[in-house]
Every structure is written in C-alpha cells, then in structure tokens.
C-alpha cells in the first residue's frame, strides 16, 4: 500500500510539489479531474449527506430555542435561589444557541474513510441522531485527528481524506487524498486532489477579517494545535506560517479538550494592539467558541485605558526589568520619616513624632510583607499608640488603663491634623498616584534609583485630566498593585460617599446605559430570531442585575488579580520585560501558548531571545516548536523579503512559501511623494484590499496623499481601517495584519527610522497574499534591488 501515482500525473506533482515547496509529508494528489459523471455521482451523495446534517442543525436549534424559550417565560420571580438557577440555564441555552448559529458555514467539510469502518464526517461541531449515532465529529476530537495527520508514510488507517468544499448548504467540490491504491475505483479518480482544498483557501480574496483554517490545518500545525495543555509552548515562525491561526485553533481545541478547567479559569488572548484584536475577532465564535478574553497590554489594567505615546526611549526603559525595583523604592519612598520631626497641633497641646517613634511602628508594618496599604493599618495603630501616651502624659493624667488608652486613641484617630500628618507619612496610595508623583518628582525618581539622565527621560508633569497613561505605563500600574494592596473598603466606601457629583453624574449615565442595553437585547432577539417571543426589556433586565451573569472572560476581564487557566500571546517578541512580570503573575500555573518570531520584533524593549524572556519566569518549563511554511506570502515577494532578513541577522532563514504567483515586486521612483496617491489608484483591484505602509514620521503627510487621491481610503487604524479598500498604516499598526496587494513606501526611511529599521521592513515587505510594490523618491535601499525597477508612469502589468 502507499501513496497513488499515476505514470503522467506523478511527474506533474512533482513539478508541483517543488513549486509550492509542500513537503513529503502530503499525500501525492493529482487534479485529473476527468471523469464528469462519476464526479458528479460523489457530489449527490455528499449534498445527501450533507442535507441531512442541516436538517439535524435545524433541528438542534429549535429545540435549543424551545427550551430558552421556556426558561425565559417563568419571568424573575422566585427566590433567589431559584432566579440564579433560571439564570444559570438561560446562560446555557443561549450559549449553546449562538454555538449552532455560529456553525452553519462550512458546517461540515471533510470525511474520513478508515479501514473496515463507516466513513467519518469531520466538522465544526459534533452531532448525533436521536438514537445517538455520530453524524458529525467535532474537528477537535482525537477521532478526527488523522483528518489532519495522516501520511502516505503514516496512514494512521486512513484509506482517503476527503475535503468537502461547500457554499451555503451546497457541495461544490470534493478532493481527495488516497492512501490506498488497491482498491482505486473509476469514482476514486475523479476526485483526486487533496492539495486542491488548500490551495484554493489560500488564494481567495482577503476580506479584512482572519478566517478560520479548519477544513485545511496542515500536520505541522495539528501537532501545535494539540500540544499539551501545561508548561510554557513557544511557537517560533517566520511572517505568515500560521502561528496567529493556529493560536487561535489551539484555543478553540484546548477549551474543547479541558472544557471544565479553562471554562472555570478562562482563556487570555493577548495581541499587539486593537486592530490586530479587531482583525482576528471573528476567528473564534466561528469555532462556536465565544468566552475568550480578547486583549492588549495596555488594556489589561482595569479601568485604565492606555492611549497615550511617548517617546521610543521612555517605552524602553519603562520597559527593563530593573523597573521592578524602581516601583519598590517608589513605595517604600512613601514609607519615609522626613528630616525633621513631626509636630502635631491639637490646640491645647502639641505631640511630637519623632524618628525612633516612627522607625518602630513602621518596622512592625513591614513585617510580613504585607503589602503598603494593609501595612498601613499596622503603621497607624502604632502611632496611635505612640500618641496616646504622649498625650495621656501633656495631659498631666499619669498612667493610664487599657481601656482609657483605647479611648484616646480612637479619640485621636478622628483628630484633623493627626489624620494629615498621618496620611504625610503612611499615605493610602493608588498606583496611580505613586506613578503619577515619581514621575513628576526628581527627588522621588533619584530615591527610586534613576540617574538624571533616566530623570530626563520620565519627568512629566502631574497630569491635568485622564487619557495621559502609555501602554509602557500599565505593566508599571500592575506591578505597583502588587506592592501596594488594595485599600480598605470603608476607607474607599467613605471617600465615595463624598463625591456625590460623581454619583448623581453616574445616575445619568446608567438610565443612559440602559437605554443601550435595550436597544442592544433587541438586536440580539432579532438576530437569534426570537423577536416577538422575548421582551427586550426584559432580558436586558436580567443581564444587568448582579454579575452573576457575566461569562468567565467578562469577570476575567474586571479583576486584575485574575488566574487564568491558559494565556495565549501572540505577536510575542514585542512584549517588554516588565510586560512579562505583569502575564506572569496572571498565569500562576506557567500553562501558555506564546507565539511569535524574534526576526520581526520592532520594539527595542521586545525580545531579543526567547529564553532572555522566559528563563526568568519559566526556566526548564518552556519548549519551542517551529513553524516552517509560508502560506501568506509568494515565493517572488518571500525573496525580496529574505534579502531584508539577512540585515536583521545574517543567520536567520526565511521560510519557505507554499505557492508562487509569477508575478515579480516592482520598485517605482516617484518624481515626488506627491505621485503616491496616483500610483496607489492606479493598483485597486475590485474586490481586493490594499494596504499602503508607511515610515512612522511621514504617516500624516503621506496618509493625507493617499486618502486625497483614491476614494474610500482610510489613513491609520481607527475605524473601518480593516474594511476599507485602500489603506495607509505604519509597519507597527501593519504588525499581524495581511493584504491582497502591499505598497511599502519610502523604504530607505523605514529602514533608517529605528534601530530595528531592517526587522521593520522584512515585516512591511511580508503582508502580502498578492502583489507587492515599493515606491520610494529617493535611491531604492541596495537590499531591494530583487525588485524590478520600472521607469514607466504604468507600476506593473
Ligand atoms: N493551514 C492553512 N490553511 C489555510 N490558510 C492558512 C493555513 N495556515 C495559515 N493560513 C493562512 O495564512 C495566513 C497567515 O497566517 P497567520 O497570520 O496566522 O501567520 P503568522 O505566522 O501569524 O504571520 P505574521 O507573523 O506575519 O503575523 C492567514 O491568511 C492564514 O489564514
């Protein structure tokens, strides 16, 4: 037994093979497509078939519906116990409601036939009959695993994988793989043609959006995908090898696999930055797979969101991992006895702290390791103490009983100038204000351990208003929490009830809210069709109660001192090292997926080495795996590309693409920049997306050059960016994105523009799925000359 070959169409594959550089771990196919009538035998049993798994979807979902239906009529009466439990199963329905909605494309795509077995349908989502026999296998069951595995060298008892192409409810299109030539029917012949499912994938169109890959995972991909839940997986791969996918998919898997673990704990996924989350966002619910916590660094510190830039030096330092101590001498600058000794007028009489009172209380607040805040408790009841004593002697009352001390210390707790002088020498602390005072004080940053020069870099002053914090900032706000505890409720509780304007404001904005909320749970019944059987005022109600409705990523997403069960990191390199303390203490048990490619890292605090990042953390708990395949990028732009890579590192590889277009990149020298927006116009493809990349300093300018000259482009990441045709981006913003046809304009600039220029461009140069440009007004860069320079007004044919 072994892979087929026929005597014409072998060498024809092997042409092939070498052409997209598929390796011999693929079955040999052919596309002998001949033989209509067979063909289209395959194709009605397979649209029976699968006409038979909608009608059971259907069915599934009206019941489903049925039963939310049922729970949601009871109303919100009862006791508590009872709504909480209505609650819990209203959750579930609808949860598994969305699931059956989110699975009706590409329903089912493939079938296994094994040897002396009844095939198996591989899809989405598993499905029985009533009388409990599989129908449909979930993708991500062991089961379906040689859907994605299996070799001509390891069959793993496949006799053919078959990939089911539909549109709608309808087979377009069967190929297939044969590991079995023996028994090779007249059928069998006409169906060839395993690589036909991948090929097709890669080339359609790209809509703005990532989509899923789960008729099409490659067995490279499967390995990761189905790595073992626990300890640190490092996927290391060149620009377009699927790492982000197969993130994804790895994400959908293990919440399939360990559903009662991560569904507890949750899933983390991390990006670079909102669009990249943005273009990504639809991957999982296709998966039926919704309770994810989408995020970036600087969105993972509650209630902070950090827009705000800053120079590259400020991130990179902000970034070291010597900030860590700089934040602990910041709290303990906080917990200092100033120069002189502290005197506190009560009027009648004045008491005195003094440096020996005041090293003693706050040696007892240390101990333990309490953090700043609950140690304050200790520090006060101390000083308290100290001052009772004092007093009870001013006050000429001798020696006093415990119970007659206890009273003058409550008594002096409550006294103005000893709650200042207090909250002077012990202050309740935000992290946001220690970082807002060290930053605006140089004698607060020379304390912490900052030369002046590190001084200059930092210094700000206090901010007036909100929307002031950087996304280097929040890995800083995390680590400060961690040293400074939480403030007492009451004392929160006390300073709350003060700020009555805020409360009356809020009391505007929650009838606000509701408003919202109602129209959004009318959208909702109309798109599950349950308009007319729900009120929607009424379920919004309902998920506006206690919290206890909120899904484990919502919950995940509120509370800073989260675990969660599994924390994905994509885009990897660029996360700084104080970025990997604030992960970390998120991912207790060290159980992660991180992925990325040191080539492409652009920010000078990212990663040089995975194991400069991970040993502190995680060392002899993290194992790599590589990815090898391009399947973004031609072989004619990935050379242009691999030029650029040598200047990153004379080492490094690019990977090999799996197909070729025969379409070479092209240079343009433009008389002036002015010519960009002509030439961008003149590349539109209908139907296709471009992306124009641009040096960070000229973005504005060139970004107003485009969007003047083709309508419909959008300059920057902000919203509709994905959706629209044409596109002006910097190669930060590009980061993780892909586009049918890429311009990079002035090279020369994005390689000079930061010391990490040459990764920079690989990353611009590698967003292609199509064509690829370069228009430059000055001398094209030496590493570019693979382009083919073209003098005429006409870019490329
Ligand atoms: N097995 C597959 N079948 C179909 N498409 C695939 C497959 N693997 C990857 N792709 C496609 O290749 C493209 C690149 O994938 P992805 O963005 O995950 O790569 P990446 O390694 O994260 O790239 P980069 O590092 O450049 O951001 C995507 O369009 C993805 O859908």
Redesign the pocket.
């Known amino acids: 037994m072994g892979p087929i070959c026929y005597s014409e169409s072998s060498r024809h594959i092997e042409r092939r093979r070498s052409n997209r550089n598929i390796g011999p771990e693929h079955p040999i196919t052919t596309d002998n497509n001949e033989a209509p009538p067979a063909r289209q035998l395959e194709l009605g049993k397979e649209q029976r078939y699968l006409t038979r798994l909608y009608q059971r979807l259907d069915l599934l979902r009206e019941r489903t519906r049925a039963q939310l239906d049922g729970v949601l009529a009871q109303g919100g009466g009862g006791t508590h116990q009872n709504r909480s439990e209505r609650d819990s199963f209203a959750g579930m329905y609808a949860e598994r409601l969305s699931r059956l909605w989110a699975v009706e494309n590409g329903l089912c795509f493939g079938r296994l036939d094994l040897t002396g077995e009844k095939p198996l349908y591989i899809g989405r989502i598993g499905m029985a009959d009533d009388e409990q026999a599989r129908l449909l296998i979930d993708w991500r069951a062991p089961v379906a695993q040689p859907f994605y595995r299996a070799t001509p060298a390891s069959p793993m008892g496949v006799t053919r994988r078959r990939h089911l192409r539909t549109r709608d409810r309808r087979v377009i299109g069967v190929d297939d793989d044969l590991f079995d030539l023996d028994d090779l029917t007249e059928a069998d012949r006409a169906t060839l043609n395993g690589e036909a499912a991948?090929l097709a994938?890669?080339g359609e169109k790209?809509t703005g959006r990532?989509?899923?890959?789960v008729?099409?995972?490659?067995a490279e991909?499967d390995r990761i995908i189905r790595s073992d839940l626990n300890g640190v997986l490092v996927v290391q791969?060149?620009?377009?090898?699927?790492?982000?996918?197969?993130?994804?998919h790895r994400a959908a898997y293990l919440l399939y696999t360990h559903r009662d673990r991560l569904a507890r704990r949750g899933i983390l996924l991390l990006g670079p930055n909102p669009t990249f989350l943005r273009y990504i966002e639809q991957v999982l619910p296709s998966l039926g797979e919704t309770d994810v916590l989408l995020s970036t660094v600087a969105d993972l510190y509650p209630g902070v969101t950090a827009r705000a830039s800053e120079s590259a030096e400020a991130a990179v330092l902000k970034g070291s991992a010597r900030m860590a101590d700089v934040v602990a001498k910041a709290v303990r600058d906080r917990q200092r006895m100033p120069r002189q000794p502290v005197d506190i007028d009560l009027g009648a009489y004045t008491l005195r702290l003094d440096r020996r009172a005041f090293e003693a209380a706050a040696s007892r607040a240390s101990r333990g390791r309490r953090p700043h805040n609950q140690a304050r408790a200790v520090f006060v009841r101390h000083i308290l103490g100290t001052l009772a004593k004092q007093a009870a002697k001013q006050l000429g009352r001798g020696l006093l009983d415990e119970e007659e001390l206890a009273d003058l210390r409550e008594d002096l707790r409550t006294e103005p100038a000893v709650k200042s002088a207090l909250n002077r020498l012990w202050p309740y602390l935000t992290p946001q204000r220690l970082l807002i005072g060290l930053f605006s004080s140089r004698e607060r940053m020379a304390y912490a351990g900052l030369s002046p020069a590190e001084q200059d870099v930092l210094f700000r002053d206090p901010p007036r208003g909100g929307g002031h914090w950087t996304e280097a900032d929040v890995p800083l706000l995390d680590e400060a929490a961690e040293l400074l505890g939480d403030i007492d409720p009451a004392v929160l509780r006390a300073a709350a009830m003060q700020a009555e304007e805020d409360l009356a404001a809020a009391r505007r904005a929650e009838e606000a809210e509701r408003q919202s909320e109602i129209a959004y749970a009318r959208e909702v019944l109309e798109l599950t069709g349950m308009g007319g059987m729900v009120d929607a005022e009424r379920l919004a109600a309902r998920h506006r109660d206690d919290g206890s409705h909120l899904t484990t990523a919502e919950r995940a997403a509120a509370d800073r001192t989260w675990a969660y069960g599994h924390i994905i990191v994509?885009?990897a390199q660029e996360l700084s090292a104080m970025a990997w303390r604030m992960l970390m203490r998120r991912s207790p048990n060290r159980s992660m997926t991180v992925?990325?490619?040191i080539a492409?890292t652009g920010t000078a605090a990212g990663a040089a080495s995975w194991a400069g990042m991970l040993d502190p953390h995680a060392a002899g708990r993290w194992r790599v795996e590589t990815?090898t395949?391009?399947?973004?990028?031609p072989t004619e732009l990935m050379a242009v590309a691999a030029d650029v890579l040598t200047l990153v590192g004379p080492s490094l590889r690019a990977p090999r693409s799996v197909r070729e277009t025969g379409v070479r990149p092209w240079a343009r020298r433009l008389d002036g920049p002015g010519e960009l927006g002509e030439l961008v116009a003149g590349q539109l493809v209908p139907g296709g997306r471009l992306a124009v990349i641009v040096p960070a300093a000229q973005a504005a300018r060139l970004g107003a050059l485009v969007t003047a000259a083709v309508p419909g482009a959008v300059a920057g990441p902000g919203a509709g960016s994905l959706e629209a045709p044409v596109v002006v981006l910097t190669v930060t913003e590009a980061?993780?994105?892909?586009f049918d046809t890429v311009i990079v304009a002035e090279p020369a600039a994005i390689l000079s523009g930061s010391p990490r220029g040459a990764g920079d461009l690989y990353?611009a140069l590698?967003?292609a799925?199509g064509a690829l440009g370069v228009a430059h007004t000055g001398a094209l860069p030496a590493v570019l000359s693979r382009c083919a320079e073209l003098p005429a007004s006409r870019p490329a044919d």
Not at 735 to 738: D, F, I, V
């Open positions: 991948l994938a890669l790209r990532m989509r899923d890959i008729a099409t995972i490659q991909q791969g060149g620009p377009g090898t699927g790492k982000t996918v197969v993130a994804l994509d885009e992925v990325g490619d492409q990815l395949v391009n399947y973004r990028t980061k993780g994105l892909e990353v590698t967003r799925t």
